[in-house]
């Protein structure tokens, strides 16, 4: 392990939201290292629909804010994060992050969970990381219903996970519901909680990600739309250029200053 877990990393507010400029190795550094301390954190995995889901809720806002990490998992905050004075910055993607974490994790010999996705999903990935990581021990894992879960099946919850001795637990709920359910349980939990959203799917075959050179080039999202136009058509025909709107303004507002 080579990161100090105090030092600050540097960030920039997007739009109110609190970006960090991290890579791999750092990200992996911190979350082994809370997690081998037992030290209750989350992390975030930005990309434009969270900036904008915090832009029009405070409450949101505060979440994300409160994360120990959040990563820039798309390009354009990539881009952000440069003009706002951090050259150094680059992309850390919740999907490409997941199995360097898992590889760390077997390493380092530390329990991992997984909670989310359908059930058929969640075998599959469970499948697939025992054949990639024979010597990782997945604790727990746990489909959960898509309604609203009780305040007794919450607690029934809380107390697996407690007990099955995971120390990091990757949370694929998607945004925001993932960040809210990390938020609320941060200090109910002595562990470390990714929220990685379609990781769960892209590492379980069932869902296709997009070509590595339209990830580089910022149009991972053309592909996720194309693959699925009713779920996401107002996330990115909408707020796509919301974003691109508002952080032109925020920009101006800086080089007139």
Known sequence: MTA??????????????????????SAIDRVIGWASARESRYVCFADTHMVIEAHDDEAFRRIVNGAGITAPDGVPLVWALRLLGLPDASRTCGPDATPRILAAAQDSGIP???????????????RRCQAQFPHLEIA?????????????????????????????????????????????????????????????????????RAPVFMQRVGLEWLARLASNPQRLWRRYLVQNPRFLTLFARQFAALLRK
Do not use: N
Not at 17 to 22: D, E, K, P, Q
């Open 4 to 25: 100090d877990l105090r030092a600050e990393l540097p960030s920039r507010f997007i739009l109110g939201m609190r970006t960090h400029s991290v890579s791999y190795e």
């Open 112 to 126: 991992v969970g997984f909670y989310g996705g359908t059930p058929e999903a969640l075998a599959e990935l469970v």
């Open 140 to 208: 727990y894992s746990c489909s959960p219903p898509f309604r609203a879960v009780s305040a007794d099946e919450d607690a029934q919850i809380v107390r697996d996970i407690a007990a099955s001795g995971a120390r990091i637990l990757f949370v694929g709920l998607g945004c925001p519901k993932q960040e809210r359910w990390m938020a609320d349980h941060v200090e109910r939990l002595p562990l470390v909680m990714l929220g990685v959203g379609a990781a769960f799917d892209f590492m379980a075959g069932t869902a296709p």
